[in-house]
């Protein structure tokens, strides 16, 4: 038998007392005294306090937009505060400019928080709300925790790190042969409570670094009810594990963070992501430990998507999840807040249709309606659901979607919009307002593709005549219609001249008569239609013709037909 010391008593409340002494000779408060200068918020009945606690290790993605809105509509809806807190204790993982990225990407989507961090500092009594500044605060409740014999230091010497992290352990780790020995690994774990006073003192004399952790008094095999309010009801089991508090550098971890954070910002609903259901027996436990009122917890499941037949998560890397990707491509925020409604809430379109004018806030968005196995990410049905959305728009709330969209990716469009903004808008125009608005595109990236043939500078032909088209007939017709044509013809007129070239080369007028004997004609005047079209738009599909027609002006209308007339 190996001769072990003993291990420190944490009963005796001398002894713990005199090692947070050691530990924490600076903190004076004490954590009634910080509790004090956070007063319980004065909040009608019901409110909701819930924040959002991004890490800056990056761009806002779709999975974290997601939760974001959960929060957002749960505080405001019930009259409660929302808040955003950075989470910016692992300075390694940080990326620089990512939180302002971040606040920036979220005020783009129009989330608004009531406290927290802004671009230039913050708002709310209940900060500072970046994590990095919190750091006498925590120290004070992990004193306490000393003091009350639930928390400890371990130290570890610089040739013991050293040996931690050499490539040998690594490489023993990594090889095939490495067992995990856990009833081993649990003694090494109670090992480390195995220390005296005078050894912290020598410690601390030679200037090492202490992590702080748990004295966990769980048994794993223990399980409690414990209610999800996404997840519904679960078994949690106890937590046997002397995890971390505060890092050899004296900031947090999560979990420490997690429970001393939302205590004192009043937090009532943690709204995350699931994959931090497995931390959640740390955090019952921290919150017993401190003697905090455990929040309500909503664990949000990953955001799917469909992969040959499959469903998987949807990674960082996939398309869809940078938010910075939906401004590129033009997605205007409130076609993305409508899609994010949409997989939110399975009631929320059928509750859209009844209510076509009301915005989604004013939605009564329900948490049992929420998908507790992860809802799946279609671009298809977000490009729907944004066309939808874009049909509702006057032609100016158009025109000036796609400019300020333009000016960012694509000046050259830009400038051929800017210079002249009437011509633009009356081609937003066409087949507004009525019943069934055209659904043309539903992000600024897709107009110029939907209406570039109306500027010279970008008018090509791209579609092709269908197999069989007799060419001489198409020269004929475009030759003989430019002759003709005429702006100032009201539609019936226009369509007239159509009909009636139509017939003069032998094609149907009269939809009823060549469907009643289709090989009495060459085609129809819906033939006779394409070929105008090609000419004038270089495509088979465009808004209605006449609009068109009339809006390029009997120049360009001809000119496009002769010159395509002569190019066959
Ligand atoms: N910083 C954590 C994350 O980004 C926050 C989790 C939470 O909301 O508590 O995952």
């Known amino acids: 038998m190996t001769d072990k010391k003993d291990f420190f008593d944490f009963t005796n409340t001398e002894a713990c007392a005199a ?13 009634e ?17 819930t924040r959002f606690a991004p890490s800056p290790t990056g761009f806002l993605h779709f999975g974290g937009l997601f939760p974001t809105t959960v929060g957002e509509r749960l505080a405001h809806q019930s009259g409660g505060v929302f808040i955003l807190r950075i989470e910016d204790t692992d300075a390694k993982r940080e990326v620089e400019g990512a939180a302002e990225n971040l606040i920036n990407t979220l ?9 927290g961090a802004t671009a230039d500092g913050e708002t709310g009594i209940y900060g500072p709300y970046r994590q990095s500044q ?9 004193k306490q925790l000393v003091k009350e014999g639930k928390a400890y230091p371990c130290f570890t010497t610089a ?59 769980g048994d794993v095999s223990v399980k409690h009810p414990f209610t999800d309010l996404i997840k519904g009801n679960l078994e949690v089991p106890e937590n ?19 429970a001393v954070d939302d205590r004192l910002m009043g937090t009532t609903h943690v709204i995350r992501g699931e994959e931090w259901l497995p931390s959640l027996p740390k955090h019952i436990q921290l919150f017993k430990y401190l003697g905090f009122k455990l929040p309500k917890y909503m664990h949000i499941a990953q955001i799917m998507k469909l992969e040959n037949g499959a469903k998987k998560k949807l990674s960082k890397r996939d398309m869809g999840a940078n938010m910075n990707d939906y401004k590129r491509m033009g997605y205007a925020p409130e076609c993305v807040m409508e899609y994010v409604m949409t997989l939110l809430n399975s009631n929320y379109e059928e509750w859209h249709a009844q209510n076509p004018d009301k915005k989604y806030t004013d939605f009564p968005f329900s948490i049992k309606k929420m998908s507790t196995s992860g809802c799946l990410f279609d671009f298809a049905k ?4 944004s066309k939808n959305v874009l049909c509702k728009y006057t032609a100016d709330q158009i025109y000036d979607g796609v400019c300020e969209w333009a000016r960012e990716f694509d000046p050259e469009f830009a400038a051929l919009l800017e210079r002249d903004a009437d011509y633009a808008k009356s081609i937003f125009a066409i087949g507004r307002g009525g019943k069934k608005p055209r659904k043309d595109f539903g992000a600024w990236g897709e107009v110029k593709a939907y209406m570039g043939f109306f500027y010279d500078e970008l008018f090509n032909i791209t579609d092709n005549f269908p197999e069989g088209t007799d060419i001489e007939d198409v020269k004929k017709v475009l030759k003989d219609f430019a002759e003709q044509f005429d702006a100032a013809d009201d539609q019936n007129a226009w369509f007239d001249k159509i009909k009636a070239t139509a017939e003069k080369y032998g094609y149907a007028s009269d939809m009823k008569a060549y469907k009643a004997s289709p090989e009495s004609f060459k085609g129809s005047v819906a033939d006779v239609s394409s070929f105008l079209r090609l000419a004038v738009t ?9 609009e068109v027609m009339r809006i390029l002006g009997a120049d360009r209308v001809k000119a496009r037909m002769i010159s395509y007339a002569d190019e066959l």
């Open 19 to 31: 090692l947070a002494e050691l530990l924490f000779p600076n903190v004076t408060e004490s954590p």
């Open 33 to 49: 005294e910080c509790i004090a200068r956070f007063p319980a918020r004065k909040l009608p009945e019901g409110a909701k306090v």
């Open 107 to 115: 005020a783009h989507y129009g989330i608004k928080f009531d406290e």
């Open 134 to 142: 919190r750091g006498p605060i925590y120290h004070v409740f992990a």
């Open 159 to 217: 040739e013991e790190l050293e040996k931690l992290n050499s490539s040998d352990k690594k490489e023993e780790i990594k090889s095939k042969d490495w067992h995990f020995d856990a009833e081993a690994a649990r003694e090494q774990m109670l090992d480390q409570r195995r220390f005296d006073l005078d050894d912290v003192k020598a410690s601390l004399e030679k200037g090492e670094n202490f992590v702080l952790r748990i004295k966990t008094d």
């Open 240 to 258: 046997d594990e002397d995890f971390v508090l505060l890092k050899s550098d004296g900031i947090p971890t999560y979990h420490f963070a997690h």
């Open 382 to 385: 977000l490009g729907d659901v």
């Open 538 to 546: 270089g495509r088979l599909n465009s808004p209605d013709m006449y």
